[in-house]
């Protein structure tokens, strides 16, 4: 059995890679439009199952249209399953995502040209609709894989313009009756890019996950009274967008509460009748509070409430408080997270541990396999823009370190 | 010459009337959508004209299709000119507007009744447009005119759907090249509901409007750096919301600072790219400020930009400021308010001095002839909006009050 201590990825093919499926759905600004079981993502998937087959690579799909490549180990255990997504937000840009899953196949390209063979089979995914701006909720196919949801009740989501996904899979010749996940896995690993400025700002190379952030999402509505700006006299005002005002400012003050990992964010927002002339009668908003330890998350979110009933007390509107999601906090396997740790350190590359701010797949896969999720750094962490950008030398040292660890657990005993 | 100090109008017939505009354009909910041009507006005309046509009234257009109808003097004088619109917007109610046209209906009638004959001609008018909610700006008709503005110009306004207004006059059979103005007005009176809630909260039969309140309409746009919710620590982050949020908390207190007349409102706010998961980039929203006094609606405006200096210095984000519409303070005839008060106190009705808070045909007439502007309660002070609503006394005591001023204002020396 080859150790592969050596073995390195080759960065100028990897970076080639990622310029050529970034042509597919590419646009003016240099992003990529390449939405979920589209035409492009069509185009996309071809030229990745183009790829993978002329490593010998057999590629299987599942029910919600997920691409498994797979490249056979020497004995008939369950594999090492790597990667990340190849669909893109509207606007969206060259790594996300992509990243991960071009650098599995420089993975799968590095292996096929040595001609090692490792232990345990190694699977490359390319997981459907992580993006979820098409079709909600976003990592819908990982969670289903991972048994978290349910797959028929997947194929019934449908996008902005009423068209179900088991019909979108359909229209581009995918099978929705072909099962999805409910097989073992040995571990899975995902490199992403971190969509944060962290790394960055640090000089690392490198980050190591610890936790996917746990999340609660919530909805406001503050209904006040709509009535004429000119001849409401002030006092008798009813103005829902001034009771929204230190509930905003509230949810931030919270995150400072529990610094430095808190975060607190309104996103969206909606005014009614949204009009120059007309005192606001409703503001509707978000609201999205993270934290990486599930205790503090908790105390995060009776603050909210706390907040919210507050400014309903004092400002005599009726406000009300929706739960729209909640994620718990995701750890991730400490024993993968160690050999992270080594073989980056064993490359000389400056590591660091970070938290996942956003959700991964990997978040999905860790709450029923051993996953590990390795962060690259990005340019002033853009992302979810066509602006995103990294560079060729950092997307090479996360393939590296993915290499050797898949590596590394394909052959353990 | 007949005094006419006895007369009085119908007061059912004055409700009949109203209730039988209502029904063109009614909603389900009890309101009003008969917008400016449209075919529910062609449809609400021909009833009005057939009403003027049976008292002997021959009925003029111009070249905006505001309708005239006039009834002659004893003198070829200029006339006296009484009206409001009958346009609504899209979730109007019955009476913004209407209850001005068929106040002025209501006096033509008791006149054709009696055999009346005044010195000068009395002229019902319906205004074009009004609203603004198809075509803007708001009142652009009776502004083209009192000379404010230009005819040529105002007929390329654009509907939502891009339709000009010149086409769109002509699509129901108005003839947009006749002239618009231009010729001598007596005084102009217009009777109108409140919108607001003084006159009902404090028992009053009627408004004496002194003053159009002067105001001024900006846009405000803050720009930060949208970024990811969950991936950027708070201390990195620049929220475009976060910072507009003194801003608008700011407008608040400037009109409390210039109590009780002061106004300020944001009424219209969008978030960049509005979505729950990413840090506001961009927040764009509108402020409204307003005041009776000029002095005082020029220390506001100072205020205003104060403000938004201050808050950029302190947010280091860009904030930028534009002007939208400037509408100085507009006095009314106080030779005509005095009419109307003495009017109004010889029927023993309990009437007080307000300032118009919104804007009226009125307070552009006001700005070219002698106007007078006279309100009704309504309750609750609810206006644009289906619940529209007020008392059938209130509406006879308004109509009785705009026929004993135009007896008087018809018959002066």
Same mark, same amino acid.
């Given at each position: 059995m080859i150790e592969g201590h050596n073995l390195r990825v080759d960065g100028g093919r990897l970076w080639a890679s990622l310029m050529e499926m970034a $042509?597919?759905?590419?646009?003016? $600004?240099? =992003? *990529?439009? &390449?939405?979920? #079981?589209?035409a492009v993502d069509a185009e996309g998937r071809a030229l990745f199952r183009s790829w993978c087959e002329r490593l010998g690579c057999a590629v299987d799909t599942d029910g919600l249209g997920s691409m498994f490549a797979r490249r056979a180990g020497l /004995? +008939?255990?369950p594999p090492v399953l790597i990667g990340s997504h190849l669909d893109t937000q509207?606007? =969206? =840009? $060259?790594? +996300?995502g992509v990243l991960g899953v071009l650098a599995g196949l420089e993975v799968l390209r590095v292996l096929h040209e040595t001609g090692i063979r490792t232990r345990r089979p190694i699977e490359l995914v390319n997981w459907?609709? /992580?993006?979820? *701006? &098409?079709?909600? @909720? %976003?990592m819908l196919a990982s969670s289903v894989f991972a048994g978290l949801t349910d797959h028929a009740a997947t194929l019934e989501a449908r996008d902005?313009?009423?068209?179900r996904l088991g019909d979108a899979l359909a229209g581009i010749? #995918?099978? %929705?009756a072909r099962p999805v996940g409910g097989r073992p896995i040995a571990a899975y690993l995902e490199l992403h890019?971190?969509? =944060? @400025?962290i790394l960055e700002a640090e000089g %690392? +190379?490198?980050?190591?996950?610890v936790t996917g952030q746990g999340l609660r999402w919530y909805d406001v509505t503050v209904t006040g009274f709509e009535s004429h700006a000119g001849s409401t006299p002030m006092p008798r005002r009813r103005d829902a967008l001034l009771a929204a005002l230190p509930i905003i400012q509230g949810i931030r003050d919270l995150a400072l509460s529990h610094a430095p990992a808190g975060r607190g964010t309104v996103g969206e927002m909606r005014l #009614? @009748? !949204?009009? &120059? !002339?007309v005192i606001p009668g409703q503001v509707q908003f978000s609201v999205d509070v993270r934290h990486p330890e599930a205790a503090i998350l908790a105390q995060m979110d009776e603050g909210v409430r706390t907040l919210v009933a507050r400014v309903a007390a004092e400002t005599g509107l009726a406000i009300t408080l929706t739960d729209i999601a909640h994620s718990a906090p995701v750890p991730f396997d400490p024993g993968l997270l160690a050999i992270v740790r080594e073989e980056s350190t064993a490359m000389g590359l400056k590591g660091r541990d970070i938290v996942s701010g956003a959700g991964h797949d990997a978040c999905n896969m860790a709450r029923a396999y051993p996953s590990a999720l390795i962060f690259s750094p990005c340019k002033d962490g853009?992302?979810? !823009?066509?602006a995103e950008d990294m560079k060729p030398a950092w997307a090479e040292a996360g393939a590296n370190v993915l290499l050797r660890t898949a590596l590394r657990v394909a052959n353990a005993p």
């Open positions: $042509k597919i759905g590419g646009t003016e $600004k240099g =992003g *990529c439009n &390449r939405q979920a #079981l589209t /004995e +008939d255990l509207p606007t =969206g =840009g $060259k790594f +996300d459907t609709n /992580e993006e979820g *701006c &098409r079709f909600q @909720p %976003a902005a313009e009423g068209i010749g #995918l099978d %929705a890019i971190e969509q =944060g @400025p %690392a +190379d490198i980050g190591y996950v #009614l @009748p !949204n009009s &120059r !002339n853009i992302s979810h !823009n066509e």
